[in-house]
């Protein structure tokens, strides 16, 4: 069993940053690839980026390849997504979640989901 706190959200002007947390409970955080996903009102939930349990592979949706960067801390059970260069179209409830399979861009290979933090980017 793993449980997903995410923070870090928040209001930011266009073109400003955002650094996103998700502390991890549960001693086998490690074995687990994650995953940031986000969800604007009105629309489906997308994937956002995604890292392997061991190696650091990642891997990132086209629209935010080259602004969001996404690492893990095993140590400290958590993994990140750094936000920069944020737009408003970005705006959106962000989830974190936990694959044991490894890394995927698909919602329904994730096991675990965190509850959200708002993310708010006024232009």
């Known amino acids: 069993q793993v449980q997903l706190v995410e923070s870090g959200g928040g209001l930011v002007q266009a073109g400003g940053s955002l650094r996103l947390s998700c502390a991890a409970s549960?001693?086998?955080?490690?074995?687990?690839?994650m995953g940031w996903f986000r969800q604007a009102p009105g629309k489906e939930r997308e994937f956002v980026a995604a890292?392997?349990?061991?190696?650091?592979?990642?891997m990132y949706a086209v629209s935010v390849k080259g602004r969001f960067t996404i690492s893990r801390d095993n140590a400290k059970n958590t993994v990140y997504l750094e936000m920069n260069s944020l737009k408003p179209e970005d705006t959106a409830v962000y989830y974190c979640?936990?694959?044991?399979?490894?890394?995927?861009?698909?919602?329904?290979?994730?096991?675990?989901w965190g509850q959200g933090t708002q993310v708010t980017v006024s232009s």
């Open positions: 979640a936990a694959n044991r399979a490894g890394r995927s861009a698909l919602a329904h290979m994730y096991d675990y």
């Open positions: 890292i392997s349990w061991s190696t650091n592979n990642t």
């Open positions: 549960g001693r086998t955080f490690s074995s687990y690839a």
